[in-house]
């Protein structure tokens, strides 16, 4: 049993830590990567389809790839919590299972868009989806900052990577939320700077740099 207050111990090498860490990494350059395709390719339907810029086709592949992509997110999200580098307070016990439970949330709903590929946008059933969308959004934000602060002051890392975790949660309410409403390739590229953070929040867990030894137990992380 460990108090209210105390700290797991950051595990040093769990089995899952390096895929897990990967899994952010290449998640994070894939969705910039998606994102900067989206907003350069050249568009096969009309602005008022909800696909658009892709023909429903290459939508629905591009929605599945979300998908996965969103689910190595929360993987990645579940490693950094269940590694300890959150700590164990408040911040750590509410952002953790949140952000991944959001960020998986938000990988259901892009297969739930695949039903409106052909949709007239704007319309009543778009209007619904993009709803979800934004609110999904507004909870990663809020979860990525409760688990951030969580990192921020456990000071298990040090330098950049004590802070990328609460730059991802700020970052979705300043700039991506007010970028989103702008021009369709500004939305795009406001994304892929988003999933960059996640990339860098990969390579953080894959080269921890901790300066210091991981406690052995939850007691002593907490002293």
Same mark, same amino acid.
Do not use: K
């Given at each position: ?6 700290m ?6 769990p089995r899952y830590g390096? &895929? ?11 969705g910039? +990567?998606?994102a #900067?395709?989206?907003?350069? *390719?050249?568009a ?6 909800f &696909?658009?810029?892709?023909d429903?086709?290459?939508?629905a592949?591009l929605q599945?790839f ?7 997110l ?6 950094v ?7 164990g307070?408040r ?7 949140l952000? *991944? =439970?959001?960020?998986t949330?938000?990988?259901v709903?892009? +297969? ?11 319309s ?5 989806i993009?709803?979800?969308y934004g =609110?999904l &959004? ?8 409760a688990?951030g *602060?969580?990192?921020?002051? #456990?000071?298990?890392?040090s ?10 949660g @700020?970052? *979705?309410? @300043? ?8 021009p369709? @390739? ?9 999933? +960059? ?8 867990l894959?080269?921890p ?12 992380? &907490?002293?």
């Open positions: 049993m460990t108090s209210a207050g105390a797991p111990a950051v595990q040093a090498a390096d &895929s897990a860490a990967w899994a952010l990494l290449v998640a994070g350059v894939s910039a +990567l998606a #900067a395709y989206l907003a350069f *390719v050249p096969t339907v009309s602005d008022d389809q &696909s658009h810029p892709l429903s086709g290459a939508f592949l599945v979300f998908f996965a992509h969103h689910l190595a929360a993987w990645g999200l579940y490693a919590w269940q590694r300890g580098f959150a700590g307070r911040a750590a016990r509410i952002g953790g299972p952000s *991944v =439970a959001a960020m949330l938000l990988g709903h892009e +297969l739930v868009a695949i039903s409106a590929a052909d949709a007239a946008y704007p009543p059933r778009t209007d619904v993009e709803t979800v =609110a &959004s507004m909870l990663n934000g809020a979860a990525l900052v688990l *602060v969580g990192v921020a002051t #456990a000071r298990l890392w330098g950049w990577r004590r802070w990328v975790t609460l730059a991802a @700020v970052y *979705v309410f @300043v700039p991506m939320t007010p970028m989103i409403f702008g369709f @390739v500004m939305a795009r590229l406001a994304i892929g700077g988003w999933m +960059l953070l996640f990339a860098a929040l990969g390579w953080a894959l080269r740099d901790t300066g210091q030894r991981p406690p052995r137990d939850r007691t002593a992380a &907490s002293r």
